[in-house]
């Protein structure tokens, strides 16, 4: 394989993710590689205000680290940091990054581009001092020709970016800071495939046969007119499935688009069940010769949404069981990885999600290759506002000047992915209520409809009719009705709920010709391992949403039964339970899939980050993720909680969550309590019993025969910590991570469920620690240290791998307890 692009070669050898493998193509010995990153070696200076303001020098100070990178996250939590609650208490700034490259002398008859998936937020950017451009957004990518600005040969070239985040507070959670996803430099023959340059669409699917339609734009930027050969082949793994080829002759300076029909026999259709993908290389040739080569990933399905029976996929109707999800990777920050990405989703498969929410702005391009492979069915989401601000400093500032070239960037870059189902054009947009909003909202989606027909779109209204609730039952009144003026305009495809979960039965009724989507629902609220013991006992919200929690429960948790919601929302199983009731409802997104930083509902400070997550910060699971896995899945699933360390005597409720069986039985140290069976619409079973010291064990029968057995026992002073990791083997590639749990354990081996140890860590060998965190949404302990406060007896540390091969040998050690150490290989 030939790499054209000779780079210093520390970031020459990380190649993106679009290599080929030989048997690809006969030609692969001619193939160029356009794409290669360009995340290592970066200077980086944080300004302090009141010394540097918004200059950089010779005496400016810089260390040196790679990209993406999340300044914010290093920070320290401040009860005064003007980013606020909402923005997690950690502080933006403005900063710069610089980097030295040299380009290869034969490159200079090439176009050089280079690539920014996202910088939070105002970027500026400087190649050899030319000025490059601004992008405000930090969610979008955006791309700079840089070729007419090089130097070529021995001679450094010097590229400059500022990162202006320092006007705050601009979210309404936490965004991070700089240039927090991948950048790539990209280097093509002046005839090449645009960026973002296909478009494929499958718009006849069969058994028996699919039609591909792939538009591709080629750009000819040579000062003559060329003639070429555009052949496009279809790829499903190492084996070639169909291709075509033309001749073209483009005039100097000019571009081109082109349509191919291509029929693909007896198609493997993507579903979120087998998500099956398809290769379409697209090669362009002059006398013979490739000089360009693209590559695009699609998948083959045929879905629609039904006014009658909801989501139809492939012919088979499915019901939407989704997340939103926010761009933040716990004790990660924002600084994307794709290893990080992968476990999030990996957890949420295991809980039976099929769906993602990219709430509330365009997502890293790695999440969407990976529900892609995974089978997550995708709510891409471009806005949390439009022309009216949320926060003071946000995008509603530059709404004017950069809504429709983000928007259009988002479409063309994210369109071929075939887990993208449907567009959303806008989250809780306050203009949703006014002519202005229905306004922009038609123009919205004339831009959506102009760069993809094939979804349809939609916008998350809250609500999309008004609550008219009966005070006594908080059931929906079918009077005086009022629809919500974008839902009523005929604009979008589909209607949005964000909440209003007792409106949804009546949807048909309201909507009589616009299928149905809970665009977000739920809000339910939990601290992980944390209970009341007696559950219909806790403290709620008031049914006002603008009223304080102000008896809430001590050191700022909340319960983990499934009884605490925002005044806006709904317990899981409440809106679960309307939802799973009617086909006509094509599914959800429930707030959310995993906490985030920022957003503390329902309290203030001390509380740093959300505690809205199915799943915490740490990625450990709260109780209520088995309700859903009981219920998402059709794996054998029993689960009983809380644990089982009180006081004697004192009254606790045991619940379980089960499946697959007739009823449940619960034993205390041999005794039997009692069976209890799941009636009607019920999703959990409860006893309430009081403390006695020893073993909690819980039976499912089915048929009368054992389906599962669970036991819970009672815990003595915390004694030892063990060790465990996701993947005991890592790539040495400086990227790939490995997540391990510590778990605090007393001389028996059983997890002590209040233990609350500080943990201190050191690791030996080409690695380092990147991330601790116990999902406590009151720690102000950082992140990116090593050591961090247990909640609940448990405690997470993330290692990364060097660039050299070898034994990666992590230690934990708090007082009075025995140390643990756990050996990763990277290799």
């Not at 490739?290 to 989501?311: A, E, H, P, S």
């Not at 716990?330 to 295991?350: H, M, V």
Request: aromatic share 10%.
């Amino acid at each position: 394989m030939q790499i054209k692009n000779k780079l210093i070669s520390r970031y020459v050898l990380a190649l993106a993710g679009i290599i080929f493998l030989n048997s690809c193509t006969k030609k692969q010995d001619a193939f160029v590689n356009r794409k290669v990153s360009f995340n290592a070696d970066w200077s980086f200076h944080l300004n302090d205000s009141l010394v540097d303001k918004d200059t950089i020098g010779t005496s400016t100070k810089w260390r040196t680290l790679d990209v993406p990178h999340d300044w914010s996250i290093e920070g320290k939590f401040d009860e005064k940091s003007p980013a606020g609650y909402g923005g997690g208490s950690l502080s933006g700034g403005l900063s710069w990054y610089k980097k030295t490259f040299k380009v290869a002398a034969e490159d200079s008859t090439k176009i050089t581009s280079i690539t920014f998936d996202g910088v939070y937020r105002n970027s500026e950017v400087w190649v050899n001092g030319h000025y490059l451009g601004k992008r405000p957004n930090g969610y979008i990518g955006f791309q700079y020709q840089i070729s007419p600005y090089l130097h070529y040969g021995d001679k450094n070239n010097e590229i400059i970016v500022k990162v202006d985040n320092s006007k705050q507070p601009n979210s309404r959670w936490y965004s991070g800071s700089g240039i927090f996803r991948n950048v790539w430099i990209e280097t093509t023959d002046k005839l090449h495939v645009g960026q973002w340059g296909t478009y494929i669409t499958t718009p006849k699917v069969t058994a028996e046969k699919a039609s591909v339609n792939i538009e591709t734009r080629v750009q000819n930027d040579h000062l003559a007119s060329k003639k070429a050969k555009i052949v496009t082949t279809i790829y499903k793994e190492d084996s070639k499935v169909t291709s075509s080829s033309r001749e073209i002759t483009l005039t100097k300076k000019s571009s081109i688009l082109l349509n191919e029909r291509l029929e693909v026999e007896n198609p493997i259709l993507w579903s979120d069940e087998k998500p099956e993908l398809y290769t379409a290389v697209t090669e362009i040739l002059v006398d013979d010769k490739i000089i360009d080569q693209y590559k695009t990933t699609f998948g083959i399905r045929d879905f629609k949404f039904d006014l009658n029976k909801g989501f139809i996929l492939n012919g088979k109707q499915v019901k939407i069981k989704g997340v939103c999800m926010h761009h933040d990777l716990g004790p990660l920050g924002s600084a994307i990885n794709t290893r990080a990405i992968e476990r999030q989703l990996e957890i949420l498969k295991e809980m039976g999600v099929n769906g993602i929410r990219t709430s509330h702005n365009p997502p890293a391009p790695e999440l969407l290759d990976l529900c892609d492979k995974m089978g997550f069915i995708v709510m891409d989401e471009a806005f949390d506002m439009w022309k009216t601000n949320k926060t003071k400093y946000d995008y509603a500032n530059d709404w004017d000047k950069w809504h429709k070239q983000d928007l259009i960037d988002q479409l063309r870059r994210d369109r071929n992915h075939p887990s993208i189902f449907i567009w959303s054009i806008g989250n809780e947009i306050p203009d949703q209520w006014s002519e202005t909003g229905v306004k922009i909202a038609k123009e919205l989606a004339a831009i959506v409809r102009l760069n993809d027909k094939t979804r349809p779109l939609t916008a998350a209204m809250n609500p999309p009719v008004n609550m008219n609730m009966n005070e006594v039952t908080l059931q929906f009144e079918k009077k005086n009705v009022q629809i919500n003026p974008i839902a009523a305009s005929g604009v979008l495809d589909l209607i949005g709920y964000n909440y209003a979960h007792q409106t949804y039965s009546h949807h048909q009724e309201n909507f009589p010709k616009t299928p149905f989507i809970a665009t977000e629902t739920t809000s339910g609220l939990q601290t992980r391992g944390y209970y009341d013991a007696v559950s219909d006992t806790i403290k709620k919200w008031p049914v006002r949403w603008d009223l304080k929690f102000t008896e809430g429960n001590p050191g700022n948790t909340v319960s983990s039964y499934d009884q605490v919601q925002a005044p806006w929302g709904s317990t899981h199983e409440a809106t679960w339970k309307v939802v799973k009731k009617y086909d006509f409802l094509s599914g959800m997104y429930i707030w959310t899939g995993f906490d985030y930083i920022g957003e503390p509902t329902p309290y203030e400070w001390p509380s740093v980050s959300s505690y809205f997550g199915i799943v915490d910060l740490a990625g450990f699971p709260k109780d209520v993720y088995y309700m859903y896995q009981s219920e998402w899945t059709t794996k054998d699933v029993l689960h009983i909680f809380p644990n089982w360390n009180w006081k004697a005597g004192q009254t606790v409720d045991i619940w379980a969550y089960y499946n697959n069986a007739d009823e449940v039985e619960l034993f205390v140290n041999g005794k039997s309590v009692g069976k209890r069976a799941k009636k009607g619409d019920d999703l959990h079973v409860m006893w309430r019993i009081p403390f006695e010291a020893g073993t909690l064990k819980v039976i499912s029968r089915k048929g009368g025969k054992v389906v599962l057995e669970k036991e819970i026992k009672t815990a003595g002073n915390p004694s030892q910590l063990k060790l465990t990791a996701d993947r005991s083997t890592i790539k040495a590639d400086k990227t790939d991570l490995s997540f391990v749990t510590v778990d605090i354990l007393d001389a028996n081996g059983i997890l002590a469920p209040n233990a609350n140890n500080e943990i201190n860590f050191s690791l030996k060998g080409n690695g380092k620690i990147v991330g601790v965190c116990s999902g406590d949404p009151v720690s102000h302990e950082s992140y990116k240290g090593t050591k961090h406060t247990a909640l609940a007896g448990k405690c997470l540390v993330i290692v990364q791998s060097g660039d050299k091969s070898g034994r990666l040998e992590l230690t934990a050690k708090a007082n009075g307890l025995k140390q643990a150490t756990i050996v990763i290989t990277a290799e």
